[in-house]
């Protein structure tokens, strides 16, 4: 794929906004914007982002040292969330408590079968005086891998599928030729909700409803977990009026599956919709470049406000992701060749960029041969195709970092 040079957005010049010819849509991340009801905010980026990192580990000994064999941007991304990588390698009813203030209330470790169904899910429910916290862990088993490939759909209903613990043994077929018309969700990620939803009437629930104190409850995960988490979207949503409750929900999902049936998908916007005015709910789901988990599996939809990081480190909101608003290089060229004027702008923002390398170089040091040099982890990195390196956590996180870092400026 050719290399992105920059999307069609309302804040991108008029001069390629002109050149274009396409009507803009997103923007770059603007503190201005942030604080508008139902905004994307950095802090919410940020903090849902590290929370869904960090259920990678557990209490178990050695949880992240067995990841990080085969996984080492796990140890990678927890090195950064917490300072060090020893600290990285403590329990993380520890990491919670001291990095985030956090009180564990359940560490979650739900694994077998149920209903023919792979049944594979951990994660947390953390709370302290102003958050409660569920997040889930991405892949890391093979039957975490049996859930991803379990991409049929099934009919979203809790209320009959939770005392029998599973969609039902030919839940594929269900409602497709009877009329019931409900909306539908992939079947994988629906078995292992139905698993998780007594842990979270027994948790979280108690603390959301009009005599409890106005938390905001975030509901997060990368990857599997990201799916899980969209799961878990519908379920909060479904289950409670949050036009009336004093919490409000967030929902941060990083490179998360897409998991959802257009019916499904508009439900959920319907509600989100009505809420977003009233500052009660924000779903965005966190993209990473190129990243392939993005962007399957096919026949199914994602819910939420696109949060996009692009290849160079910018975070877009609500970008359009498709050819006519992403100007790749010779595009770009051709456009500056019939508009001279977009030639001057580009020319501007090509050297701010080469500033901001050589500033990188001169953080990172250069070799004898006048280039960056790299980390033993980076060459490693740079060997991984990019569709699936943009994958990887730390891809995630350090965007973000970046950011909240200039907001604070």
């Not at 990368?222 to 379920?235: D, E, P, R, V």
């Not at 702008?345 to 041969?369: F, H, I, T, Y």
């Not at 994958?391 to 996180?397: G, I, S």
Request: glycine share 8%; proline share 6%.
């Amino acid at each position: 794929m050719p290399k992105k040079k920059g999307f069609v957005l309302k804040d991108s010049p008029q001069e390629l906004i002109e050149a274009s010819g396409v009507e803009p849509k997103g923007r770059s991340y603007d503190v201005a914007y942030e604080r508008k009801p139902g905004a994307v905010r950095i802090e919410d980026l940020l903090l849902g982002t590290k929370l869904a990192c960090v259920a990678i580990t557990d209490d178990e000994p050695d949880t992240l040292a067995k990841v990080g064999k085969m996984n080492p941007w796990h140890i990678k991304t927890l090195s950064m969330i917490c300072g060090s990588v020893e600290e990285a390698h403590k329990p993380l009813t520890h990491i919670l408590e001291t990095h985030f203030g956090l009180t564990v209330d359940k560490l979650i470790n739900l694994t077998g079968w149920s209903g023919g169904h792979p049944i594979d899910t951990q994660g947390f429910v953390a709370h302290d005086d102003d958050i409660i916290v569920v997040s889930f862990r991405c892949t890391t088993s093979a039957l975490d891998w049996m859930t991803n490939f379990a991409a049929t759909s099934s009919e979203w209903e809790p209320d009959e599928d939770l005392d029998q613990g599973h969609s039902g043994f030919c839940s594929c077929l269900e409602g497709r030729w009877w009329g019931t018309n409900k909306p539908r969700v992939h079947t994988g990620f629906y078995n292992n909700i139905l698993q998780t939803i007594p842990t979270f009437e027994e948790f979280v629930n108690p603390l959301l409803g009009p005599d409890q104190p106005p938390r905001t409850l975030y509901v997060v995960g990368h990857s599997l977990g990201a799916g899980m988490s969209t799961m878990a979207t519908i379920y909060f949503l479904e289950k409670f009026d949050w036009k009336t409750l004093p919490q409000k929900y967030v929902n941060i999902s990083a490179g998360t599956p897409r998991s959802c049936k257009k019916a499904m998908a508009d439900r959920m916007e319907e509600k989100l919709a009505e809420l977003r005015p009233l500052d009660k709910a924000v779903v965005c789901r966190v993209v990473r470049d190129e990243d392939l988990v993005a962007k399957v599996p096919p026949r199914y939809v994602h819910i939420g406000k696109l949060v996009f990081l692009t290849e160079d480190g910018h975070v877009l909101v609500g970008p359009k992701l498709d050819d006519a608003h992403i100007i790749d290089e010779k595009e770009m060229k051709a456009l500056c060749k019939d508009n001279p004027q977009l030639a001057a702008v580009a020319a501007v923002e090509e050297a701010a960029k080469e500033a901001a390398k050589e500033e990188e170089v001169g953080q990172r040091g250069v070799g004898g041969d006048g280039k960056k040099e790299l980390t033993s982890y980076e060459k490693t990195m740079k060997k991984i195709p990019g569709f699936l390196r943009d994958h990887c956590p730390d891809y995630y996180l350090e965007p973000l970092v970046k950011l909240y870092g200039r907001d604070l400026e």
